[in-house]
């Protein structure tokens, strides 16, 4: 799989790729024994890996730098593109995600039905 970095922490020995196939974000985790001796990738790297799926995660193995900032506008672009940071719609329109409805307690005593049952 060929991808781009996203984000790394170099020291930590970890890095988020976004993947050719447009699908899940690839998960990258230096073994314990070579954190902080590998090359390290800066965001916007083109990188090529291995991926495997564990529970529900894609996992990236033995990733190889294909070319040094190829894409080094590409995690910018996402942030601009990303329905969060679209200006905030004015009052009274009506937005286009999820309604958060609070939660309130109901006036009076609570009443359970299962306490009132006998056997």
């Known amino acids: 799989m060929i991808g781009v970095v996203l984000w ?30 590998g ?7 083109m990188v090529q890996f291995d991926v495997s799926v564990h529970r529900k995660l894609r996992i990236a193995d033995n990733p190889r730098l294909v070319q040094e900032k190829a894409a080094s506008h590409l995690p910018e672009a996402l942030r601009h593109d990303s329905p969060l940071a679209a200006e905030p719609e004015a009052e009274g329109k009506r937005q286009h ?13 609570r009443q359970f039905r299962a306490a009132q049952l006998k056997a």
């Open 8 to 37: 790394s922490d170099n020291s930590a020995g970890k890095a988020v790729f976004w993947c050719e196939d447009q699908g899940d974000l690839a998960y990258y985790e230096e073994p314990a024994i070579r954190v902080g001796q």
């Open 39 to 45: 090359a390290g990738f800066d965001t916007g790297d």
């Open 97 to 109: 995600g999820a309604q958060i409805i609070p939660f309130t307690a109901k006036p009076g005593p």
